[in-house]
Each structure stands twice: as C-alpha cells, then as structure tokens.
C-alpha cells in the first residue's frame, strides 16, 4: 500500500501523544530542519510560533538575549496556560507588589536583572566549588548503586526510573542549598509527591487521590523550604557561601532579595535541576544497555567517561523546547519575525542537526567535538546547573560501571513528556542477567 508524506502542514510536533506513544517525533524534525527550518507553526491548541530546528538559529536566539526576551513566556503554551500566567503575574503584583516586569526566576529574566541574580547564584556552580561537593556526591552515587544493586539481587528486576535515578538530582541539591542531611529522606518523599501530581502515571500509582496528595506533599515541602529561608534571612546569610547563605545576602537592583524572591529561587532549582537530570541518568543507563559496544568500550576505559557524559546528554535531550518573544522586528534564515513573535528553539532537533554532528542517530562515547545543546544554546541563559549536572552523571555512571554489563532492559520502558519541556521517564525496568 503506498501512504502519501504529510505536507509540512500536516506535521505535528506538539500533540503530547506523540512523544508519549512512540517518542520524540526525530523524522518530523529532520523533515523541518532540512524544508523550513524557521517555521511559522500553527495548530489548533497552541499559541502560534516560529520553530527553529536548526542547530545555528537556535544559537542564534541563545547568543541574542536583546532580541528575544524571556519575559513573556519560555515554553510552548495552550491559551489557557497563557492567561493563567497572565493571572499569576497579576496575583504576585497584588501579593508582592512586584512590578508587572518583575519576573520571578532566573529562566523568566532578562538583563539586567538576571545577569545581577546570576552572579549571586553562579559561585555555587563553578568546578572550583562543584570540586567540594564531589567526594560527597560521589558516596552516595555509590550509596544508591548498592541499594539499587540489593533491589535486584532480592527481586531479579528493578525499575530505574523509581528506584534509581530519582536519588541523586534532589540530594545534590538539598547539599547545595545546605539543607541538614537528616531531612533529606522526608522531604525527597514529599518531593516525589509532588511529582505525582504532574502526570497521570505517577498520580494514580499508590491510588490515593491525586490532588489531595499534591497540595499536602506542597503545604509541607513549602512549610519546611519557608522555614529554612527564614531562618538563613534572620542571619543575613551568614557567613555560608552554600546558595540559601547567597542568596539571603545579596541584592539585586539595588535591594535585597524579599522571602518571596528567595523561596522562589529554592523551588525553581528543584524544579529545573532534579528532573532533568533524573531523566538524563535514566535515559543514559537505556542507551548503554541498547549499544554493547559503546558500553563495552566506556568499561574497557573509563577514561572516555567525561566524552560518554556529554554524549549521554547530546542523546538524552532531556530539555525538548524553549521559546523566546521577539523584542523587535528582525530575521532568522530568511524569514521577518516580527516583534511579539513567539520562537520556540528545540535542543533535541538542533543535537540531530548533521551539518554539525556528522552521523547524528548514531550514539558514540568518542564523539569530538561535541558541543550539544543540551543545556541550551551558549547564550547568557545556557543551564547554571550544568557543571553540577555533568558532575552527578559522571560520578553515577562511574559508579554503575561494573554492574551496566552485567544489566538488560527488561520489558517495556515508558518516556512521557511533561508540558512540551522535558522527558520524563516513567518505567525503566532491567534485570540482571549475570551475577
Ligand atoms: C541533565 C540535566 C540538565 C539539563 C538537560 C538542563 C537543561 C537546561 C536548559 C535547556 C535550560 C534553558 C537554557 C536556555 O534557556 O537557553 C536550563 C536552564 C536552567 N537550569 Fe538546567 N538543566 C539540567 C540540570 C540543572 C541543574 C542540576 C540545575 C540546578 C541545580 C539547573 C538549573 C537551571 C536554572 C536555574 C536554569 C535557568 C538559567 C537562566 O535562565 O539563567 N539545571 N537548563
């Protein structure tokens, strides 16, 4: 039977079924990056936008803050997600009394008031101060790999996605707020329940109701996240130099952060440091179990772990879009973007782009150079966390080289995607095919 190709109008990169029943949709965004690689993309549900697939324009948008703002909007949204921001940005001018340009977190700012909270947040994340937490971290990689490795000895399968991977990305930031250890266990609980809310799959796991677990998971990490800003703002921050110690000191536009802005920052880096990187552990450990031979090589020499790290993460793709609003009338490849035009840059299309990976579907550890875009595209925004990132999966997958070989997949994974910005691994089994 011979099927038609979809015109450029009928393809779909937005409908979540897609992503969720067979993935990220690779063929629809190659199709794009070699036909219309700057698109004007409009479909019943979604706002419309310009989509950018292109490893060179989606630098470009990252490399030109002036010209595509933040302020607006960062993600892909329904109009429903669109006025209930505008509704949120009302509330917090009633509550806060911040200014309608006030934007709340560092993904949401433009200069010059994200390049002053950068500078108060980026000290934590050097490699001269990641060098401190690294004997730590690495520990408890190896903490979790032995739990891990006890789940698998006791069931013969275990699921990475829940009893792995989702360890390490909170614990390395409860160390990097300076959070006390021995309240790590509680609120990664209510962290989880949190999660749970998000997705239909996680929601209805334990079968209690959803919405009740997630508002009293959120009342209790809230009561506890408020009580330690307090506290840290009491002191003035101290003499610590760990984040909340940062941040209860500084100032930015010539005032000190208010608790609100504080609290804020907290939620925020569990919000964009945990999952992303869970996904990313989970996503890296299938694609080694899927390629013997890249896995074979990493153990044989773990000094290609640094290059199978970034590989990981070219592959993985964790973070799938992030939009801009045009500030002025200019041009991307050809096309007028007027201003208030939305342009969303999607990472995983422009990391498959072969102008700049040559044999781009190929997983390979040795890959150089390779300057992915998973963490965005080198512009001023690019992920403060990724030292901190590349540092938790460097120290997991050197813990977890001896047990990979001995590892397979073990029935059907399941990815979802979360709100068009991020993988979600939901199911990963494996089980151990030699002990
Ligand atoms: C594999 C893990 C991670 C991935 C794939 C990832 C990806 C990203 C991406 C794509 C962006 C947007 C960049 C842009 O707009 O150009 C971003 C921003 C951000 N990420 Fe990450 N991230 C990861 C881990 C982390 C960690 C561990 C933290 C902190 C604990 C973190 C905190 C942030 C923050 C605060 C921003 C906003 C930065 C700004 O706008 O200046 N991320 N991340």
Same mark, same amino acid.
């Given at each position: 039977?011979?099927?038609?190709?979809?015109? +450029?109008?009928?393809?779909?990169?937005?409908?979540?079924?897609?992503?969720?029943?067979? !993935?990220?949709?690779?063929?629809?965004?190659?199709?794009?990056?070699?036909?219309?690689?700057?698109?004007?993309?409009?479909?019943?549900?979604?706002?419309?936008?310009?989509?950018?697939?292109?490893?060179?324009?989606?630098?470009?948008?990252?490399?030109?803050?002036?010209?595509?703002?933040?302020?607006?909007?960062?993600?892909?949204?329904?109009?429903?997600?669109?006025?209930?921001?505008?509704?949120?940005?009302?509330?917090?001018?009633?509550?806060?009394?911040?200014?309608?340009? @006030?934007?709340?977190?560092?993904?949401?700012?433009?200069?010059?008031?994200?390049?002053?909270?950068?500078?108060?947040?980026?000290?934590?994340?050097?490699?001269?101060?990641?060098?401190?937490?690294?004997?730590?971290?690495? &520990?408890?990689?190896?903490?979790?790999?032995?739990?891990?490795?006890?789940?698998?000895?006791?069931?013969?399968?275990?699921?990475?996605?829940?009893?792995?991977?989702?360890?390490?990305?909170?614990?390395?930031?409860?160390? #990097?707020?300076?959070?006390?250890?021995?309240?790590?266990?509680?609120?990664?609980?209510?962290?989880?329940?949190?999660?749970?809310?998000?997705?239909?799959?996680?929601?209805?796991? %334990? !079968?209690?109701?959803?919405?009740?677990?997630?508002?009293?998971?959120?009342?209790?990490?809230?009561?506890?996240?408020?009580? $330690?800003?307090?506290?840290?703002?009491?002191? &003035?921050?101290?003499?610590?130099?760990?984040?909340?110690?940062?941040?209860?000191?500084?100032?930015?536009?010539?005032?000190?952060?208010? =608790? @609100?802005?504080?609290?804020?920052? $907290?939620?925020?880096?569990?919000?964009?440091?945990?999952?992303?990187?869970?996904?990313?552990?989970?996503?890296?450990?299938?694609?080694?179990?899927?390629?013997?031979?890249?896995?074979? #090589?990493?153990? %044989?020499?773990?000094? $290609? $772990?640094?290059?199978?790290?970034?590989?990981?993460?070219?592959?993985?793709?964790?973070?799938?879009?992030?939009?801009?609003?045009?500030?002025?009338?200019?041009?991307? &490849?050809?096309? +007028?973007?007027?201003?208030?035009?939305?342009?969303?840059?999607?990472?995983?299309?422009?990391?498959?782009?072969?102008?700049?990976?040559?044999?781009?579907?190929?997983?390979?550890?040795?890959?150089?150079?390779?300057?992915? =875009?998973?963490?965005?595209?080198?512009?001023?925004?690019?992920?403060? &966390?990724?030292?901190?990132?590349?540092?938790?999966?460097?120290?997991?997958?050197?813990?977890?080289?001896?047990? +990979?070989?001995?590892?397979? #997949?073990?029935?059907?994974?399941?990815?979802?995607?979360?709100?068009?910005?991020?993988?979600?691994?939901?199911? #990963?089994?494996?089980?151990?095919?030699?002990?």
């Amino acid at each position: 039977m011979q099927t038609t190709m979809p015109t +450029l109008a009928e393809l779909d990169i937005t409908s979540e079924a897609i992503y969720d029943n067979r !993935g990220y949709p690779w063929a629809e965004w190659d199709r794009m990056r070699a036909e219309a690689p700057v698109y004007w993309y409009q479909r019943p549900g979604y706002e419309p936008f310009w989509s950018l697939t292109r490893y060179e324009d989606v630098a470009w948008v990252a490399r030109n803050p002036e010209l595509f703002s933040c302020r607006e909007r960062v993600a892909i949204e329904t109009p429903d997600e669109v006025e209930s921001w505008e509704t949120e940005r009302e509330r917090r001018g009633q509550v806060y009394g911040h200014r309608p340009d @006030h934007a709340p977190g560092l993904g949401f700012m433009d200069a010059p008031m994200h390049r002053q909270l950068r500078q108060v947040m980026y000290p934590c994340f050097t490699p001269k101060a990641l060098a401190e937490q690294e004997a730590r971290l690495a &520990g408890l990689a190896r903490t979790y790999v032995d739990d891990f490795v006890a789940l698998l000895d006791r069931d013969g399968t275990a699921d990475v996605a829940h009893q792995l991977s989702a360890r390490l990305p909170l614990a390395a930031i409860f160390d #990097l707020l300076g959070v006390p250890e021995q309240d790590w266990d509680q609120l990664f609980k209510l962290h989880q329940a949190t999660a749970a809310a998000f997705h239909k799959d996680f929601a209805h796991a %334990d !079968g209690a109701d959803p919405m009740a677990t997630f508002l009293k998971a959120m009342m209790d990490l809230d009561a506890y996240m408020s009580e $330690l800003v307090r506290k840290r703002m009491a002191d &003035g921050g101290g003499t610590g130099t760990d984040m909340l110690s940062r941040l209860a000191a500084a100032c930015v536009d010539d005032e000190p952060l208010a =608790f @609100h802005d504080i609290s804020y920052q $907290l939620f925020n880096l569990l919000q964009a440091g945990n999952g992303t990187t869970r996904n990313a552990i989970a996503g890296g450990i299938k694609v080694l179990l899927e390629n013997p031979d890249q896995l074979r #090589l990493l153990v %044989d020499d773990p000094g $290609l $772990l640094d290059g199978a790290v970034d590989e990981i993460l070219r592959w993985t793709s964790v973070a799938v879009v992030m939009s801009r609003t045009a500030t002025r009338d200019t041009e991307i &490849g050809g096309q +007028l973007i007027r201003r208030g035009d939305t342009v969303a840059t999607w990472f995983p299309a422009a990391n498959r782009d072969p102008e700049v990976f040559p044999d781009p579907y190929r997983f390979d550890i040795t890959r150089s150079p390779n300057r992915h =875009f998973a963490f965005g595209g080198y512009g001023e925004h690019r992920c403060i &966390g990724a030292n901190l990132a590349k540092l938790e999966l460097r120290v997991m997958f050197r813990a977890l080289l001896p047990l +990979l070989p001995e590892l397979a #997949l073990a029935g059907d994974s399941k990815m979802l995607i979360l709100r068009l910005l991020m993988a979600e691994y939901v199911q #990963l089994p494996v089980r151990r095919v030699r002990s």
